[in-house]
Structure formats: structure tokens, C-alpha cells
């Protein structure tokens, strides 16, 4: 994704973490992106205004209370202006305040008046602050209401003897997460169906067959999707993730639950990503009380669950069909295997060791036009780029 001509508020909050914010800045301007800046009372007392004009060269919004400074640009025109406001260090302060509506400077004041869609923060606290009840509170709020966040990140603290997340992602990530939140709108108003997280198939109310997937590429993708202007639909296996704004999200336990939900929702989809876990096998009986031990060995039968992508690939009128293939041998082999097997028309394959519960990933996508394309970064940048594919396929 560029930044390329694309309007940036960066607003810097007072932490030691500001200085960090130089080189974010830099880092934008060098893409070729506007930036204007606009610096708490606070994040004066560790960066100046000059440093940031410097960069940028544009003058520094620090005053709400100055006239200059309203006339040239105030707070309502900054908002107006921004396509994208990047908090960087977003503060407990800050946060706070921005959860409130508490805008009694220029940068809180500016974000106020812009939709926290377009919102990215970048927390940077200590650690024991970013664990607080208050804290993680205000950033489950503000997640609720479509703001995105970066970070923070685990490592050393300004206090040395302290680690722990709580630390300010590197300018480079944050740089990559404001190109990602820039995501152009060529998807708008195509209906897309994803998949995501494991499923849960019980032997009793208590027992169950599962597997580590903490759905979060599943997450990404709705995501990435929603910013680039589609509607989505998110079908979710038990995750603990928080649900992503302006995306349906139908919550489902098994692999036969979630073939019924797919199967209820087709109507006008154009692409559907099954980036889920699905269980191939589920137990052949499910006891409706726990099941007592026994002594000694015991055997179960599992019985084989429906394969929902195949099932939609053998289907004459078929939306386009995205599949995940997790390996842990013959990566390449194994995918176009599926790819040909299943009839999708893009395969997404990834070691399992890269896989299970991380936040990046690394990856090969195939198609079956004999495209090939190796994707590594955050799991929200390797969505853009499966969208992106998407894209060059979609047609009109
Ligand atoms: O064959 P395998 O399970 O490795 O295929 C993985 C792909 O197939 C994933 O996209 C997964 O979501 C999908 N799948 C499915 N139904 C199943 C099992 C897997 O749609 N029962």
C-alpha cells in the first residue's frame, strides 16, 4: 500500500516515546505522504514544534488558544483535511481522553472532530499502566468504535529494569500500519463471506477436538476487506478476539455449524475466504452428559466433517473461492494439490510453524492462472496483499 499523496495528522502525545514520533514522521514524509503535525501541551515538554516543522515543513499545531495558528489551520480544519490521524505515542492520558471526549487541546480537539475509523494508535506507557483495568478498558471501548491500534510492543521499558508490552512499536511498523490503513476503496460494496478461528467439535457438554487457531488471519482479512469498502461477513469459530466494527459477525462452535452458516449467507457473495480451521473430523456420538472415566485405554470413533470449500468449488455458480492450506511438510506441493483438488481459484499456504497464533505471517499464495506470490509482514498487510489478488481477479 502507498502512502504516496496521502494526507497524515500525526498527533504526538507526551511520552518519552515522542521521539520515536521524528522518525515516523520522516519516514511518512519520505514516502511522499502530507503530514501535518499537532503536539499535546505535554509532548512539548519531549519534543518541539521547530523539529517536527523541520520535517515536515508545515507549520506545528500546538495551541488551541492561538489565533495564528486557528486562522492558518485549526483543529476542525485539520480534521477536515486528514484522511488518516496517526496517535504516536497515543498515551494513557490520551487515551483516556479520547474515550471521553475530553478535547481541551489541539490533537485531542483535532481527533475529536475525525471519525475513530480513521483513527491509528500507537500506545506507549508503562507496562503496569498498560495493564490497568482503566487503560485496557478505554482501548476495549475505543476498538468498539473502529479505532485501530499498533502495538505496543514487548521489550524494555524506559525504566530499564522494567519489560513488558507496553513499549512503542518501531516508526517502521507504524509507518507500515498507516500505508495499511490507507487501503484504497476497490472493494466497495462487493459482499465477501470470511471464515475464521477454529471450531469446536465436543465429545460432551465438557470435552472437545480443537486446534490452536487464534483466528487472527481470519480477523485481518474481514478487516482489510471492510477498509477497502466491502461488506463482510465474518464467520467465527470460538476466538478471544474483540469483534471488528461495520463487520457481521456470526458466531459458530462446529465444522457443521459453520457449513450451515456459510451455506445461509451465499446469497449475492462474490468472494468467500475460508481462512478458518476447520476440523476435518468430529466424534461420531456426542453424550449429552459428561462421560465418566473408565479404567484403561479407550477408543473413539471420529467421522469425517463436510469439506466446505470443496463443496462450493463443485458447485456450477460459484463465488470466487479463497483457501487456506497449513503445512507442516511439502508446503508448495501440498497447496497446489488443494488448490486443483478443492477448485479454488487462490490458495493461501502457510508453514505451521509461521501459522498459530501469531501477528505476523509469512506466506505463499498460488492461483490457478499459475500465479505465485510469497507475502511477509503483519497479518494485516499480508490481507491486503490476498485482497489485492483478489482484486486483479474480480473483474468489474
Ligand atoms: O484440506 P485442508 O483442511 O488442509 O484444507 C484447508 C482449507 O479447506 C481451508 O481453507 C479450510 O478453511 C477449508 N476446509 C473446509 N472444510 C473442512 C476442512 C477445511 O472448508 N472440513
Not at 34 to 42: E, M, N
Not at 105 to 115: T, Y
Not at 150 to 166: I, K, L, N, T
Not at 250 to 259: C, G, N, R
Request: net charge neutral.
Amino acid at each position: 500500500m502507498s502512502v504516496q499523496g496521502r494526507r497524515v495528522l500525526l498527533c504526538v502525545g507526551g511520552g518519552i516515546a515522542a521521539y520515536k514520533a521524528c522518525e515516523l514522521a520522516r519516514l511518512l514524509v519520505k514516502a511522499g505522504a502530507q503530514v501535518r503535525v499537532a503536539l499535546t501541551p505535554a509532548a512539548q515538554r519531549f519534543v518541539t514544534p521547530l523539529t517536527f516543522q523541520a520535517l515536515t515543513g508545515s507549520p506545528v499545531a500546538t495551541d488551541i488558544f492561538s489565533a495564528e495558528q486557528d486562522l492558518a489551520a485549526g483543529h476542525i480544519a485539520l480534521a477536515d483535511w486528514a484522511e488518516l490521524a496517526t496517535v504516536a505515542p497515543a498515551t494513557a492520558n490520551l487515551l483516556a481522553r479520547l474515550r471521553i471526549g475530553q478535547s481541551d487541546d489541539m490533537a485531542a480537539a483535532a481527533l475529536l472532530a475525525i471519525e475513530p475509523r480513521r483513527w491509528l494508535l500507537a500506545p506507549a506507557m508503562n507496562e503496569k499502566m498498560w495493564a490497568s483495568p482503566a487503560v485496557q478498558e478505554n482501548v476495549r471501548v475505543l476498538k468498539e468504535r473502529g479505532a485501530r491500534f499498533v502495538g505496543p510492543a514487548v521489550g524494555e521499558m524506559a525504566e530499564r529494569s522494567h519489560v513488558g508490552p507496553g513499549r512503542m512499536s518501531e516508526p517502521a511498523e507504524i509507518f507500515a500500519a498507516c500505508a495499511d490503513a490507507l487501503a484504497p476503496r476497490d472493494l466497495e460494496n462487493v459482499k465477501v463471506l470470511v471464515t475464521a478461528g477454529p471450531t469446536r467439535e465436543m465429545l460432551d457438554p465438557v470435552r472437545y477436538l480443537s486446534n490452536p487457531s487464534s483466528g487472527r488471519m481470519g480477523y485481518a482479512i474481514a478487516e482489510a476487506a471492510r477498509d477497502r469498502g466491502a461488506r463482510v461477513t465474518l464467520i467465527s469459530g470460538p476466538v478471544e478476539l474483540p469483534r471488528p466494527a461495520d463487520v457481521e459477525v456470526v458466531d459458530v462452535v462446529s465444522a457443521e455449524d459453520l457449513a450451515r452458516a456459510v451455506d445461509e449467507r451465499l446469497d449475492g457473495v462474490r468472494v468467500v475466504v475460508m481462512a478458518a480451521a476447520v476440523a476435518d473430523q468430529r466424534p461420531a456420538t456426542r453424550a449429552s452428559r459428561k462421560v465418566k472415566k473408565q479404567p484403561g485405554d479407550e477408543t473413539m470413533t471420529l467421522v469425517r466433517t463436510p469439506d466446505i470449500l470443496a463443496g462450493l468449488g463443485a458447485r456450477a455458480q460459484r463465488p470466487m473461492l479463497v483457501g487456506f492450506a497449513a503445512e507442516s511438510e511439502n508446503l508448495e506441493e501440498n497447496a497446489r494439490d488443494k488448490l486443483a483438488r478443492k477448485k479454488l481459484d487462490l490458495i493461501v499456504a502457510n508453514d505451521v510453524a509461521d501459522a498459530f497464533g501469531k501477528e505476523t505471517n509469512r506466506v505463499l499464495v498460488l492461483g490457478k492462472d499459475g500465479a505465485r506470490r510469497e507475502v511477509q509482514g503483519p497479518k494485516l498487510s499480508v490481507a491486503h496483499a490476498i485482497w489485492d489478488m483478489v482484486r486483479e481477479r474480480l473483474g468489474g
